[in-house]
């Protein structure tokens, strides 16, 4: 089974740049949905991005739009999160996600139910 591993957390001051990145075990994946997710202390688990690799399209929650990319990095078999502009709200665990297998397009959102999952890596944003 396909293992993903996160990287790049840290801690930063507010207005500053992060870049997470999300590297599976296996050389060739067979997913075409991916995403990073997050979760802050005594909150639930949010979505941040998702990564279509079908149509090389993304999503984006409303808080991170404008701030977050999503991308994937072919040569590094990555998914990367290039975070901007952080703020302490984006304090949380981020944790990188896949679908199991290939997807449609609707099954690639926010609200899609994702059944791979990283460890997570912390991301702390101070003020």
């Known amino acids: 089974q396909a293992q993903l591993v996160e990287s790049g957390g840290g801690s930063v001051q507010a207005g500053g740049s992060l870049r997470l990145s999300c590297s599976t075990s296996?050389?060739?994946?067979?997913?075409?949905?991916m995403a990073w997710f997050r979760q802050a202390a005594g909150k639930q688990r949010e979505g941040v991005a998702t990564?279509?690799?079908?149509?090389?399209?993304?999503d984006y929650a409303d808080s991170v739009k404008g701030r977050f990319t999503i991308s994937r990095n072919n040569a590094k078999n990555t998914i990367d999160l290039q975070m901007n502009g952080l703020k302490p709200d984006d304090t949380a665990v981020y944790y990188c996600?896949?679908?199991?297998?290939?997807?449609?397009?609707?099954?690639?959102?926010?609200?899609?139910?994702?059944?791979?999952w990283g460890q997570g890596t912390q991301v702390t944003v101070s003020s």
């Open positions: 990564f279509y690799a079908g149509g090389l399209s993304t």
């Open positions: 996600a896949s679908r199991s297998g290939l997807v449609a397009r609707v099954g690639c959102g926010l609200g899609a139910r994702f059944e791979i």
């Open positions: 296996r050389f060739t994946y067979n997913s075409n949905c």
